[in-house]
């Protein structure tokens, strides 16, 4: 039981390049969630899926994508990488009947 | 959009000495979580309370939730290093099913 997975762990782009980030839950949750994490700035929710096959905004979506490929897997696209898109990224996944989320170790991902 | 305020950013302590992290709305929370992150990881869920004056007790750590469920705090009792990492509240407003977070309390504890 691996709980929430996140890859890659660290990565690198110039601008305008994009990449997707993925991430695997096997605890069979529901809902599946992507957050970014800036110094100061707690972390903020880029986008939601409350189950399979839907999607929705959080706080800050502007120049990201999201796919909920299936129950287990929850994808994040940078179609065109800017600076303003370096930092930490985080997915969280939770069940139903609760508010406990439990999180993936993060993607430290640096735009120059 | 919720605003979860968070108090202090920053706390440096010696062993041994107590504290306090406070976190603050002006809405009404459904429930309320504290994680705790150490660097390199996500933040791991340390507490939820849900009802008005709750208060629960992790070891050395007390939370409290506001009786209006406005607020709440982290009360940590003789603090050690070990102690040392991002201290997150985050909330959960009506029946939405997503979490505002505040904007952490970074805890150094002293040896």
């Known amino acids: 039981n691996a709980g929430v997975t996140q890859t890659p762990k660290f990565q690198v782009l110039k601008t305008g390049q994009s990449m997707t980030l993925q991430c695997a839950q096997d605890m069979n949750h529901n809902s599946m969630y992507w957050y970014r994490q800036d110094p100061g700035m707690g972390l903020r929710l880029i986008y939601y899926s409350a189950s399979e096959g839907t999607t929705d905004k959080g706080e800050v979506p502007n120049g990201y994508n999201v796919s909920r490929l299936n129950k287990r897997e929850f994808s994040l696209r940078l179609e065109s990488a800017a600076p303003s898109q370096t930092s930490v990224y985080f997915c969280a996944s939770f069940g139903s009947g609760s508010y406990e989320q439990y999180f993936g170790p993060g993607t430290r991902l640096t735009v120059t | 959009t919720q605003l979860l305020e968070q108090s202090p950013q920053f706390l440096s302590i010696q062993e041994g000495e107590n504290l306090t992290v406070y976190c603050n709305s002006s809405?009404?929370?459904?429930?309320l979580q504290w994680y705790r992150q150490e660097p390199g990881e996500g933040p791991v869920l340390l507490v939820t309370?849900?009802?008005?004056?709750e208060v629960k007790k992790l070891k050395r750590l007390t939370f409290q939730f506001g009786d209006a469920r406005k607020d709440s705090s982290l009360h940590i009792t003789a603090a050690q290093p070990g102690d040392t990492g991002l201290y997150l509240c985050a909330g959960a407003f009506g029946s939405a099913r997503q979490l505002t977070f505040g904007s952490g309390t970074q805890l150094t504890v002293l040896p």
């Open positions: 309370v849900v009802t008005g004056g």
């Open positions: 809405s009404v929370f459904s429930s």
